[in-house]
């Protein structure tokens, strides 16, 4: 197994620095990769958050989990990577300094934007020695996800890693053009993603469900036998979703709260103008479980204001 010209041999728990770029003052910003062989041979698993830098659970996650030596293998190898917009988390910020999207840039290129470059040092020097993966996300622009596995769920081996981690939500999800996942697939590797809290915060209960869905999931493949209790709950598969989207511009005030599950028609919340002329009832076009929440009160007209799984 080599990571970034540096060897590491069965048996071996090494850290490699990456290096991708300098800051205009010429501070080398480089990727941390934490990398853990077992002397047993097995699948190699990716555990990687901070694609978007903003986006802390999941760095969070992947720190936990190396801090309580999760990351050390039974059988075959784990590749731990934190942070890999570093930009974007120095910066509080989703995307790299020129505004672009790390997960909208793959397969990336060597020569091309900061975005690209570091897609193409993913798909390079470390997607094709994976069998598997989780990228670890929340929700964006203010936005709480319940947690949840995204994947295809028509894919057989896909839909075995998500049941094996069983989060509370899993949701069918289609490849979203020029992200790591697709990259991925193309190359036959198995990306699962975890979403959990919002940017910016970090959200303990999507930590822990993070935290011991991987473990389910590196039980259920070989790399690890360590113990870990099944919840209580029963995981919801969602094969479709919706937005409910703002009927007028506005002040939003929610009824609901996210995994409450709702029914048609019901009333989910209320739109008031600042200057107490109006206000309106929002109400929910579907049946189904509230996956994703909108947690900027300050609306216009057309906002995505809740995600429904619809069964």
């Known amino acids: 197994m080599i990571i970034n010209n540096t060897e590491v041999k069965p048996g071996e728990t090494t850290g490699v620095e990456v290096h991708i770029a300098k800051l205009p003052s010429r501070t080398p910003i480089d990727i941390p990769v934490t990398v853990a062989r077992a002397v047993k041979p097995g699948p190699v698993l990716l555990l990687m958050g901070g694609l978007h830098g903003d986006e802390i659970n999941g760095i969070e996650i992947v720190r936990r989990i190396i801090e309580n030596g999760h990351h050390i293998p039974e059988k075959g190898t784990v590749i731990c990577i ?54 670890y996300h929340t929700g964006g622009a203010d936005r709480d996800n319940y947690p949840q596995v995204r994947c295809l769920l028509d894919d057989p081996v896909n839909l075995e890693l998500a049941r094996a981690f069983y989060a509370p939500v899993t949701v069918h999800a289609t490849y979203r053009p020029n992200s790591l996942r697709q990259s991925a697939a193309k190359l036959g590797k198995h990306i699962i993603v975890y979403e959990g809290g919002e940017s910016s ?89 509230v996956i994703g929440l909108n947690n900027d009160p300050v609306l216009h007209q057309g906002d995505a204001v809740m995600h429904i799984g619809v069964s």
């Not at 900061?114 to 993913?122: G, Q």
């Not at 935290?211 to 919840?231: D, E, L, Q």
Request: hydrophobic letters at 35%.
């Open 201 to 289: 915060r970090l959200n303990e209960y999507a930590i822990a469900h993070g935290i011991a869905g991987t473990i389910r999931m590196m039980n259920k493949i070989g790399i690890s036998s360590a113990p870990v209790a099944r919840p209580e709950y029963k995981n919801q598969e969602f094969w479709h979703s919706s937005w409910i989207r703002a009927r007028t511009s506005g002040i939003f005030q929610s009824l609901v709260k996210c995994g409450d599950e709702i029914q048609k028609n019901q009333q989910v919340g209320t739109i008031t103008d600042p200057f107490g002329e109006y206000r309106v009832q929002l109400k929910s076009h579907t049946a189904g479980q």
């Open 82 to 135: 934190p942070i890999i917009n570093i930009y974007g988390f120095i910066n509080f910020s989703r995307n790299v300094p020129d505004g672009k999207d790390v997960n909208r840039s793959f397969p990336g290129n060597k020569n091309g934007s900061l975005a690209s470059r570091i897609a193409y040092y993913l798909m390079q020097d470390i997607i094709p020695k994976i069998d598997y993966g989780i990228d």
